[in-house]
Nanobody
C-alpha cells in the first residue's frame, strides 16, 4: 500500500485546512485509515481514523468538534477537514493504514510521508 498525503500549509489561528490522503497498490476489503501528527521532540499521536467498510469514525479528544475525517471510496482517498485551528495543532500530519482500528501507532502497517501544518497565532 502506498499513501500520499497532501494539503498542509500555513494558516492563521481560527482558520481551516483540508488534508488529503490517496491510497494505491494493495488494499484490503476492510481496513482503517488514520491520521496521526507529530510535533518535533514529541511522539507521534493519534488524531482520527475511519473504517473503510461502514465508515465508522474515531477521534482524539483534542480534535472532537473541530476536525472531521471522511473518505471517498471511488478514489481510495481519506480527508481530514480541520477547522478552528490552533497554534498547538502545528505538526507534521501523517496518514496510515491498519487492518483493525486502533489509536496506537504500532497497529498501523503503512505510512505516507507527512505534510506540514503550521498555525500562526
Amino acid at each position: 500500500v502506498q499513501l500520499q498525503a497532501s494539503g498542509g500549509g500555513l494558516v492563521q489561528a481560527g482558520g481551516s485546512l483540508r488534508l488529503s490522503c490517496a491510497a494505491s497498490g494493495r488494499t484490503f476489503s476492510s481496513y482503517v485509515m488514520g491520521w496521526f501528527r507529530q510535533i518535533p521532540g514529541k511522539e507521534r499521536e493519534f488524531v482520527a481514523a475511519i473504517r473503510w467498510s461502514g465508515g465508522a469514525t474515531y477521534y482524539a479528544d483534542f480534535v472532537k468538534g473541530r476536525f472531521t475525517i471522511s473518505k471517498d471510496n471511488a478514489v481510495k482517498s481519506v480527508y481530514l477537514q480541520m477547522n478552528s485551528l490552533k497554534p498547538e495543532d502545528t505538526a507534521v500530519y501523517y496518514c496510515a493504514v491498519a487492518e483493525y482500528y486502533s489509536s496506537s501507532r504500532s497497529s498501523y502497517d503503512y505510512w505516507g510521508r507527512g505534510t506540514q501544518v503550521t498555525v500562526s497565532s
